[in-house]
T-cell receptor, first 111, second 115 residues
Framework: DQQVKQNSPSLSVQEGRISILNCDYT??????FLWYKKYPAEGPTFLIS?????DKNEDGRFTVFLNKSAKHLSLHIVPSQPGDSAVYFC??????????FGTGTRLQVFP | GAGVSQSPRYKVAKRGQDVALRCDPI?????LFWYQQALGQGPEFLTY????????KSGLPSDRFFAERPEGSVSTLKIQRTQQEDSAVYLC?????????????FGPGTRLTVL
């Protein structure tokens, strides 16, 4: 049973435009959510996080939105840059320390 | 080093061999995690240490998998009698704090291929 779902395996966006990556979860006990970025042959790199007591967190070009009633979060990247091309993983925690990851979305930003 | 390091980066084993994968967490980090990432999937939790104590090993897929962190720093994940389904990238992560949600910092992973 997949508790964290990223239903879009890939996304292609033009440079300068907005990238929106989506994530859905089923476990209402999740209270902390993170986005990781992964380049080939490297480990996941932390990008941004949000606590369940918030509905938005912003860090530079990256903003994460959380809709608890819909059990949905999204990552917005504005403006998108070619260096943003990577696989993005959504992860969730229920305060048991371990992270539950989605299957990832491959973002390609083209010139 | 400043980040989490893992060795070897690549390991090829014949089915039935034992392997040992090493993780050096960020200095001073209390918590250490192991994850398994199969091709096309997200990382899946294997086990968790707080200092030298293994507090959660619920994700270990079988008793062929064993992890230790005897001095609360370096950790080793051992897989006995490897099977083809063990082929995956094994990721290690560490966090500075314990007992609360904290950002996990990942190493580059060890890609294990079992022939």
């Amino acid at each position: 049973d997949q508790q964290v779902k990223q239903n879009s395996p890939s996304l292609s966006v033009q440079e300068g435009r907005i990238s929106i990556l989506n994530c859905d979860y089923t476990n209402s006990m999740f209270d902390y959510f993170l986005w990781y970025k992964k380049y080939p042959a490297e480990g996941p790199t932390f990008l941004i996080s949000i606590s369940s007591i918030k509905d938005k967190n912003e860090d530079g070009r990256f903003t994460v939105f959380l809709n608890k009633s819909a059990k949905h979060l999204s990552l917005h990247i504005v403006p998108s840059q070619p260096g943003d091309s990577a696989v993005y993983f959504c992860a969730a925690s229920d305060n048991t320390d371990k992270l539950i990851f989605g299957t990832g979305t491959r973002l390609q930003v083209f010139p | 080093g400043a980040g989490v390091s893992q060795s070897p980066r690549y390991k090829v084993a014949k089915r039935g061999q034992d392997v040992a994968l090493r993780c050096d967490p960020i200095s001073g980090h209390v918590s250490l995690f192991w994850y398994q990432q199969a091709l096309g999937q997200g990382p899946e939790f294997l086990t968790y240490f707080q200092n030298e104590a293994q507090l959660d090993k619920s994700g270990l897929p079988s008793d062929r998998f064993f992890a230790e962190r005897p001095e609360g720093s370096v950790s080793t994940l051992k897989i006995q009698r490897t099977q083809q389904e063990d082929s995956a990238v094994y990721l290690c992560a560490s966090t500075k704090l314990a007992g609360e949600t904290d950002t996990q910092y990942f190493g580059p992973g060890t890609r294990l291929t079992v022939l």
